[in-house]
């Protein structure tokens, strides 16, 4: 699985994990820092996956301590502001993701009045769900998909039309690059493909 990440406001990658893992141990990425897995359109942050990024060794089990007459208990200690700050931000980002959703819907004719078309292309990199999805169903490594370019929808009368270019792995393992032309019904639904 490879993942894209929001660096400043640009859209950075395919990274693997153990890219990722390298950032962030760098510190080039945080837990706020927005990720989107390849094939998804949701962005969310990079805590979600903190486990996956942090690689730290098994901790130690703790040494057995034999109760003396002079030991006493310890005193509680007072609750980290740093908890609240967190959930603070936590629920800021939340809310900063439902807007640019809001916003990203309405620029993409989402908040219109009128009849959706069933073939929208991702305001993200210009894919389409519909295609994506037959070509991850119909390739022998769909792991190794991987998206170059993406022609605007063109509306026929009959349906719709896209021109995609990827490389993916091939029977043999080799990487291949493909450019081709699928044709989709008034429902969205992909009838076949050729190549262009």
Do not use: H
């Not at 130690?60 to 007459?69: H, K, Y």
């Not at 640019?100 to 009045?113: T, V």
């Amino acid at each position: 699985m490879e993942y894209f990440v929001d660096i400043n406001g640009q859209t950075k990658g395919p990274y693997t994990i153990g890219q990722l893992r390298s950032m962030w141990s760098a510190g080039t990425i945080t837990g706020t820092t927005l990720y989107c897995q390849e094939g998804f359109s949701e962005w969310v942050p990079l805590s979600d996956i903190r486990s996956d990024l942090e690689q730290s060794p098994r901790p130690a089990p703790p040494a057995i301590q034999v109760p003396t007459a002079a030991s006493r208990p310890l005193a509680p200690q007072p609750r980290s502001s740093g908890v609240g700050k967190a959930l603070g931000l936590g629920c800021l980002g939340i809310i900063g993701l439902f807007v640019l959703l809001a916003i990203i819907g309405a620029i993409s004719g989402g908040g219109g009045g009128g009849a959706r078309s069933p073939v929208v292309q991702s305001a993200w990199d210009g894919s389409v769900s519909q295609v994506k999805q037959w070509l991850m169903d119909n390739a022998k490594d769909p792991d190794s998909l991987q998206f170059i370019e993406w022609s605007p929808v063109e509306t026929l009368p009959s349906g719709f039309a896209v021109r995609v270019k990827y490389r993916a792995k091939n029977s043999f393992g080799g990487y291949v690059v493909e450019n081709k032309l699928f044709i989709m019904d008034s429902s969205g639904v992909v009838l076949g493909s050729k190549d262009y």
